[in-house]
């Protein structure tokens, strides 16, 4: 089994439970999904588009960041713009943020635990 930890927190990951879960940490309440000046030019690339049309189709401007779209799915229930709902995966896997690739190991789960244990399936205990 491939367990992931991560100092300071008392939880670990599963890969694995990615599987069976429907998208959990890309689907939910309305939140921001930032994006970096060199994710956003490595995204670009990736898709193949200007900077300029991925900030007009995919970004919006919040203060001095961008973060990526999300789809209204229904009341207070929203997707990230890039999360596939058919395939029930990240269309952009490879060159998905830094905050999608550190996921679940966020400081605000530190504290957390039981919010984390219940949005996503390959948590593990320790």
Known sequence: ????????????????GCETCEGNCCIGESGNIWISKE??????????????????????????????????????NYACFFFDLKKKQCSIYDVRPIQCRTFPFWEYFKTR???????????VEL
Not at 44 to 68: A, F, P, T
């Open 113 to 123: 635990k039981d919010e984390v244990k219940e949005e996503c399936p390959a948590i």
């Open 1 to 16: 089994m491939n367990i992931v930890k991560k100092e300071g927190f008392d939880f670990a990951f599963n890969p694995k």
């Open 39 to 76: 994710e956003m030019k490595n995204l670009s690339e990736y898709l193949n588009i200007s900077l300029d049309e991925l900030r007009v189709k995919y970004l919006e401007k919040r203060g001095y960041k961008y973060s990526i779209k999300e789809i209204k799915l229904a009341e207070d």
